[in-house]
């Protein structure tokens, strides 16, 4: 049975398209469940039918606790097995993971647990890092800070700035993440007590993903 995913977006869906591309071409097993927005404008919503969009602003709710409430409230009625955060730009808050544990997916736009938060690529250039990547995770009430499941490495060439060194992390993070939703369409991937679980046993160090930037 096709495993059931609800995508948390805030842009232009990128990630949530590659996903679909993949259940077309029949090496994703699933069924995307809803898309779900904090921008009504968002363009990831035009990706899926109508039947399937939900968005609301923290603002139309009443505020950020009521945001998530209902935005949770929506989400168990879709039913999804699995949350997956596509380039969705608000922090989830304790309440809401809550409601979900060991459920939510996220991609990162480095390789954590370095540079947590925004700006990750300048941050790796200011800091001469030779190394930078992607990294998907659970998520937990910290910042980027649940376990990380598998990362994706790519070079800082000389001459980089951020929107080159941007560029080439989102040329591998499609794959990253489409490897990691192949696991969990296939049961393999668990989050237990904070750690990630592969087969059944733990990972102590992210999985490495070959790519080719």
């Not at 995508?7 to 259940?23: E, F, P, T, Y």
């Not at 879709?78 to 989830?92: E, K, Q, S, T």
């Not at 190394?131 to 995770?137: D, K, L, M, P, Q």
């Not at 001459?159 to 499609?174: F, I, P």
Request: negative net charge.
């Amino acid at each position: 049975m096709a495993v059931r995913l609800a995508i948390l977006a805030s842009g232009r869906g990128s990630n949530l398209q590659a996903v679909l591309d993949a259940i077309t071409a029949g090496t994703l097993e699933a069924q995307v469940v809803g898309v779900f927005s904090d921008k009504p404008d968002a363009f990831a919503l035009q990706r899926v039918p109508e039947a399937l969009r939900w968005a609301r602003t923290p603002k139309s709710c009443g505020g950020r606790a009521a945001f998530d409430a209902t935005l949770a409230d929506a989400l168990e009625a879709a039913a999804p097995d699995w949350i997956v955060c596509a380039g969705y730009m608000r922090i989830l808050s304790e309440a809401f993971v809550q409601r979900f544990p060991g459920k939510i997916l996220n991609i990162h736009p480095s390789l954590l647990p370095k540079h947590k938060g925004l700006h990750t690529h300048q941050r790796a250039l200011d800091e001469g890092d030779t190394t930078h990547g992607a990294s998907v995770h659970f998520v937990n009430a910290e910042l980027d800070g649940g376990a990380v499941i598998a990362q994706t490495q790519v070079p800082v060439l000389a001459g980089d700035d951020a929107e080159t060194l941007a560029a080439r992390v989102l040329s591998v993070e499609h794959p990253l993440y489409l490897y990691v939703l192949q696991l969990v369409a296939a049961n393999r991937l668990a989050e237990q007590n904070g750690a990630a679980y592969l087969d059944g046993q733990r990972l102590f160090t992210p999985l490495l993903v070959q790519s080719n930037p």
